[in-house]
């Protein structure tokens, strides 16, 4: 993937190859920093006071949401010109932007390295951190950031307007970005009510993943299964409306989900109950349609042309139901959620539907990059490619599992025996199998990083290796 870009037709593409590259390399340093945090649940000294948990954590989860937002963006630059016909119409203001985006990114994240402790003030959501989960990017950076997706956006709708026709695929990707973009602003309010500063956070944690980045991902999974599918073209775009209907409704409302303990009125619970309950329902219709059109285009002769990607996408496919629809629903009702809350269960729920619905599509992203760049008729899977995807994808299965073990022990211990005191905190931490759980998963985290070596060597050699 790495080298010259010159095969390519289109700035746009060549633009995107630079997204994901930089997508890649941070989706390894997630993985170092999550291995790191890992280390330190079972010695507590590790790296005490020089690399504190606490950091390691922040650059764990905000380097993930940066590397998928990377992902997204170069998917569609990816996918622009294929789609409209044209190049990019403001290609140039583009890829300066990424340039910029980059340079803040490795500016904050050095921040967070070398600032590790010190006072909460006014000073420090300008300068160090807005401490917000997965969006704790300080405000300088957030509005670097508004600024470059507003020349992405308008890169999006200028190129649209201007190619031979706005498909089904880029219709919706034009408003799902639209509302994708405009919900980031959510995140930057200050107020220093906590329960409203809450409130509003999750407007954008649970409305990206939830509601607009399904149907991103919705769309770029249309595309990717046209391309390596030769799937209809009208099959495709019919169930992505419907799922776009389905999704916003469900998951607006879902968004009740997280009101329950923060200080919110309580006919939030009702809502939040039955509208997250009725979310896997698009996600069962997103598996059943992939599953069908599967059916119907095999043995035709129509032979997979990028079966790495393919594997990939059928990951995402029972990834996503797994991990957001199942997982997800195991704490969705509030008297449930009244004892699994703080525990180790959101952090299962959230690796596994993080890793379903969104790293495994834009993996599979990177391989139909790969194949476009080496101007490859048909990419077969490699050696590498085949255990890097069964060591990423067994890791991180493996991983909810044992922190799902976790999550039961603390939820039956702490919350249920102890109701929710001090002493039934500790009691739970030092649970066996609580304790077993921590222990598997830095084994698995172990596994998902040699897949990733496998992964990044596949990446960079399979194009060349298939063009010979
Ligand atoms: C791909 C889609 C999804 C992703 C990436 C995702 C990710 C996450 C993450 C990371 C958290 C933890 C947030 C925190 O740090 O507090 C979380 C919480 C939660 N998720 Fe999801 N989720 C998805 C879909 C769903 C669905 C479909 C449901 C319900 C059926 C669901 C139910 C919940 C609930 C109830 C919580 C709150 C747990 C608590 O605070 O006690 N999620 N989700
Ligand atoms: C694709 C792979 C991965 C994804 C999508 C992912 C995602 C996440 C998410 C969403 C959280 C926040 C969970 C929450 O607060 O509810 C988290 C936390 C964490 N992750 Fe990962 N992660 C991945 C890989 C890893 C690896 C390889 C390790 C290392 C063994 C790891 C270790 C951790 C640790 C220790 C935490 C902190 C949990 C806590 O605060 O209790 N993760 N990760
Ligand atoms: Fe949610």
């Known amino acids: 993937m790495l080298s010259s870009n010159a095969g390519l037709k289109y700035e746009s593409q060549r633009l995107a190859v630079k997204y994901f590259i930089v997508a890649i390399v941070l989706f390894g340093a997630q993985l170092l920093f999550g291995l790191l945090a890992a280390i330190q649940f079972i010695y507590p000294d590790f790296l005490f006071n020089i ?121 919706v990707l034009m408003a799902d970005l639209l509302a994708l973009a405009g919900l980031y602003l959510a995140g930057m309010f200050y107020t220093t009510n906590i329960a409203m500063d809450q409130f509003w956070w999750w407007w954008v ?20 299964l046209i391309k390596t599918l030769n799937a209809s073209r009208k099959v495709v775009e019919m169930w992505l409306w419907i799922e776009v209907a389905m999704m916003f409704g469900s998951g607006i409302l879902g968004l009740g989900h997280h009101y329950f303990w923060i200080g919110t009125p309580e006919y939030w619970w009702e809502i939040g109950a039955l509208f997250s309950a009725l979310e896997p329902v698009p996600l069962i219709g997103l598996f059943v349609h992939v599953l069908y059109d599967w059916g119907k285009e095999r043995g035709k002769g129509n032979d997979i042309k990028n079966t790495p990607a393919f594997a990939w996408l059928t990951v995402e ?13 195991m704490h969705t009702l509030p008297q449930i959620n009244l004892y699994t809350h703080g525990t180790q269960w959101p ?53 909810s599992i044992s922190l799902t073990l976790s999550a039961y022990t603390q939820t039956m211990i702490e919350r249920g025996e102890f109701g929710a005191t001090w002493e039934g905190y500790f009691i739970a931490q030092n649970a066996t199998w609580f304790v077993q759980g921590m222990g598997w998963r830095l084994v698995s985290g172990l596994a998902v990083v040699a897949g990733y070596v496998l992964l990044v060597y596949d990446l960079l050699t399979i194009g060349k290796k298939q063009k010979a």
């Open 347 to 399: 952090a299962a729920h959230g690796h596994l539907s993080f890793f379903g619905a969104y790293v495994a599509i834009l993996l599979g992203m990177a391989y139909m990059l790969a194949q476009g760049k080496y101007g490859l008729e048909k990419m077969k899977m490699t050696k590498a490619g085949w255990w890097a995807i069964s060591l990423i994808t067994g890791g991180v299965l493996l991983m």
């Open 205 to 224: 944690i649970h409305l990206w993943v939830e509601a607009t980045w399904e149907v991103f991902v919705a769309a770029v999974g249309g595309y990717m």
């Open 51 to 171: 690399l504190d948990f606490s950091i390691n954590r922040i650059v764990h989860i905000n380097a993930l949401v940066v590397w998928l937002l990377y992902g997204m963006i170069g998917a569609v630059y990816w996918l622009l010109p294929d789609e409209t016909g044209i190049e990019t119409v403001g290609i140039k203001i583009g890829t300066l932007g990424f340039y910029i985006l980059t340079a803040a990114v490795a500016v904050v994240v050095l921040v967070y390295l070398l600032i590790q402790v010190g006072p909460g003030n006014e000073m420090t959501t300008w300068l160090i951190t807005e401490g917000r989960e997965y969006i704790e990017a300080p405000r300088w950076a957030d509005i670097g950031i508004v600024v470059v997706v507003l020349v992405f956006l308008w890169n999006v709708y200028a190129t649209a307007f201007k190619g031979k026709e706005i498909t089904g695929i880029v219709a």
């Open 317 to 329: 496919t029972f990834g996503n139901f797994l991990g957001a629809g199942i997982w997800g629903f």
